[in-house]
């Protein structure tokens, strides 16, 4: 419990009639310390009680139970606390040490289930950066949903269907290398699809033979199946090497393909309902009273579209997992799909629209520039994990020349770093990619707070005590205060972050706890032999703890020692 709710506690013991986030929602805090910790307007009860708020304020004050407080004063309209600061710190300082990680848990998903759409790149092409923000936001979300009792169901929506596997197929039939493949997958896929698109603009005939490939795949023809399917496989080998590195593990990997099998139940339903509109030999629905652009459902050659493999997906996902919510983690430039999906659905007549989620990004560019494949100007995530893995191993070389497992730790805090570096930021910021702002361990970054915290964990080393069920918490003084009372907002931050899809706020969060802790290490000799040495050393464990927290739901590993 922290001060805010010890405060709210004791009033409502006094205010029956009034609830714990009532009364909560009407506590401030002074502007001036020397007012007290916290405060309460008696003047918002003037008209329930018509009394004056100044002897309500009296009142309130002289009835209260005071056993958490140094003080509680009436001054004016306002009842004024000063928190017991030794009681209530170890009050907090008790749940963390209690059961560390739950603390600031709560259980408000009671296990319902929420799926979520992350990562999803396309097949036979790199994973781009707008992919590395979709999956380290989606996990941070999954873990945070978790924490707070829900079920994530974590799905890889695979770009495997569309025309562009038609054009694909084209153009190995032309100049494939089947050794260039197996080498080197992705970049050769990805060179046979730039260079038909290249060439076709002189050769429109290339742009046939992809539709017609696309056609023979969605009709089942053998070999286009079976390219299909090695394209597929070999693609999904890469991706998982990224995903093995960042620890991101997928319940499914249904992507596109799986849901254009699913297309005549939204189809039939579309046509019952009357929605289907055709238009230059294509069928549409109209959302103009949304003002939205219409949907595009069958085109004219008869194929299905990505919005219409999203309508069969959605409903497969409440069908299977019957979702509280569904989330979508997607950039932004996506927005009008996801509101036309809603629409749609809502249009088809269920009543669940609502629950369909975009949690969207802002767009990641390389020097001030768009990035694009086609264009060549992209950084390989590969690459960015990889240089960020030398330079911590680098870094610990210089630093901790003796440590141990250094490999390991050099992976934690490298790819700690690039994950970092994303959830820091709101997700619907643009960010500009720099590797050298990526892999800067210094200010506000992921190896700021695993350092901070590392330092935490050798001084409780150096300290020889690891279990506090003993001793005595109050004897914290103001200095430990600060940190206290702050890890005391952990839930609520939590709480906060899983209500916004916002990972920013855990980051935040995570990388104040650490300024603070390394402010009062500067300080506060903490391993100094007095009667409060081992409360002490309880504040540095239970901020180990917090920050191991923190970093664990924004899947950033917490090394004890770097
Ligand atoms: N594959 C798409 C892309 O790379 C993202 C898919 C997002 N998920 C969805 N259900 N539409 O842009």
Redesign the pocket.
């Known amino acids: 419990m922290n001060g805010k709710q010890l405060v709210a506690e004791a009033l409502q013991a006094v205010l029956p009639d009034w609830s714990m986030d009532e009364v909560e929602a009407k506590i401030e805090r002074p502007k001036d310390e020397k007012l007290g910790d916290y405060a309460f307007p008696a003047f918002t009860l003037a008209k329930t009680l018509r009394k004056a708020p100044n002897l309500i304020a009296a009142d309130l004050a002289d009835q209260i139970d005071k056993s958490n407080f140094e003080k509680v004063q009436a001054v004016g309209p306002y009842v004024n606390f000063f928190l017991n600061k030794g009681k209530a710190g170890a009050a907090i300082l008790q749940e963390i040490l209690a059961d560390p990680e739950n603390y600031g848990a709560r259980d408000l998903g009671h296990g319902r289930q929420v799926t979520i759409?992350y990562s999803?790149?396309?097949i036979a092409k790199p994973m781009g950066m707008?992919?590395l923000r979709?999956t380290v936001i989606g996990e941070a979300i999954a873990r945070i949903l978790e924490k707070e009792g829900f079920k994530p169901v974590r799905i890889d929506?695979?770009?495997d269907w569309g025309t562009q596997f038609g054009k694909m197929m084209a153009a190995y039939k032309m100049w494939g290398n089947d050794a260039d493949i197996k080498q080197d997958p992705i970049n050769t896929l990805l060179s046979y699809y730039v260079r038909i698109n290249r060439e076709a603009e002189e050769h429109p005939e290339y742009d046939d033979a992809g539709r017609e490939w696309f056609a023979k795949l969605e009709n089942g023809d053998a070999e286009a199946t079976r390219l299909w399917k090695w394209f597929r496989e070999v693609s999904l080998e890469r991706f998982k090497k990224v995903y093995d590195m960042l620890d991101v593990h997928f319940d499914s990997y249904n992507g596109?393909a799986f849901s254009a099998k699913l297309m005549d139940e939204p189809i039939q339903i579309l046509r019952d309902k009357k929605l289907l509109v055709k238009s230059q030999g294509a069928e549409i629905v109209d959302l103009d009273k949304y003002d939205l652009p219409p949907l595009l459902i069958i085109k004219s050659n008869g194929t299905t579209t990505?919005i219409t493999r999203?309508l069969a997906?959605a409903m497969y996902r409440k069908q299977t997992y019957d979702f509280f919510k569904s989330v979508?983690v997607?950039?932004q430039e996506?927005e009008v799909?996801f509101n036309q999906l809603k629409a749609c659905l809502k249009e088809m007549g269920f009543d669940w629209y609502d629950d369909i989620v975009h949690v969207s990004f802002g767009l990641m560019s390389l020097n001030g520039q768009k990035m694009s494949t086609r264009k060549g100007n992209v950084v390989n995530l590969e690459d960015v994990l990889n240089e960020s893995v030398k330079l911590a191993r680098q870094q610990i070389a210089e630093k901790n020349a003796g440590l141990a497992n250094a490999d390991e730790v050099a992976k934690e805090v490298g790819i700690g770093a690039v994950i970092f570096h994303d959830l820091k930021n709101y997700r619907r910021n643009p960010i500009d990619f720099s590797l050298e702002e990526v892999v800067k361990f210094e200010g506000e970054t992921g190896p700021y707070v695993q350092y901070a915290r590392a330092r935490g964990e050798s001084l409780l080393r150096k300290g020889g005590i690891r279990d506090f069920s003993k001793t005595d918490l109050s004897k914290i003084g103001s200095e430990e205060w600060d940190l206290v009372s702050f890890m005391g907002r952990f839930g609520d931050v939590i709480q906060r972050a899983m209500e916004q899809y916002d990972p920013s706020l855990i980051a935040k969060f995570a990388l104040e706890l650490a300024k603070r802790f390394n402010k009062y290490y500067a300080h506060t000799r903490i391993l100094v032999d007095d009667e409060a040495k081992e409360a002490r050393l309880a504040v540095v464990q239970a901020m180990s703890n917090v920050l191991k927290a923190a970093l664990q739901m924004l899947d950033v590993k917490a090394p004890d020692e770097m």
Request: glycine share 16%; no cysteine; net charge negative.
């Open positions: 759409d999803s790149p396309n707008g992919h979709s929506y695979l770009g596109e990505y999203d997906t979508y997607v950039g996506q799909h």
